[in-house]
């Protein structure tokens, strides 16, 4: 089990939890305190070295998305404590769905190993040919597990949702986040930038409402590529965490499968992740980063 660093104290908050990113805290009002920290995760690891404004560029992006979407969505304020200014929202306390619902437009990652595999991804039959980087003939639903901290996402077919949260809610989730990916993937294309595929959250309320939470088309929960620069069959040119993947991987001469915690990263990778993230926030919003 991986253990994250000891979150920050906040008086009035009590800290409930903390992921690989997020530190999760309950407010005296009822509501909770969402904190994105500048830690780094890749590989099922949270890595020694986080990256610098990380956790604003998250927040700050995720706000610009809700505003863009038109789903109901978990924010209720951003006046939040002043040790965590810029990094954290105020939500409301959902029923926390155990689905990753992954929209997939494009073949790689995971997904691209399963479909060498099988030929499938979740479970879905695809055409024969794709490579990386493949556009699919239309976006996919393929959700995973939501799983403990220091544990892997495992892909799972739309039957294992159903088994999990009943069908008409399946189906529901299915369409929300092919809707969203489908909006998002235009939003993004206008800025010159490619949503290949990303992964939401959703939570219910007490009336049954599904809602959007966590965070929402970030570089962390999505990839993003530079339009101009797609091709297929080769590793695409991203605005996300692939620089880190990649680096541990391939440059690092770090073992993925040793077991052994990864190294930290080099100056060079933080500052690249850093700049990519800040990048791809000011391309989508056009706005400047501060």
Sequence with gaps: MITPPQAVEIPGAKHLHSGKVRDLYELESGNLLMVASDRMSAFDWILDTPIPDKGKVLTAMSLWWFEQLDVPNHIISTDV???VTGRAVICEKLEMLPVECVARGYLSGSGLLDYNATGEVCGIPLRAGLVEGSRLDEPIFTPATKADLGEHDENVSYDAVVATVGAELAGALRKLTLDIYSQAHATAEQHGIILADTKFEFGTRADGTIVLADEVLTPDSSRFWPAAEWAPGKQQPSYDKQIVRDWLQFDSGWDRHSGEAPPPLSA?????????????YERLTGQKFS
């Design 268 to 280: 060079e990778v933080i500052e690249r992740t850093r700049s990519a993230y800040i990048d791809a």
């Design 81 to 83: 404590p002043a040790e």
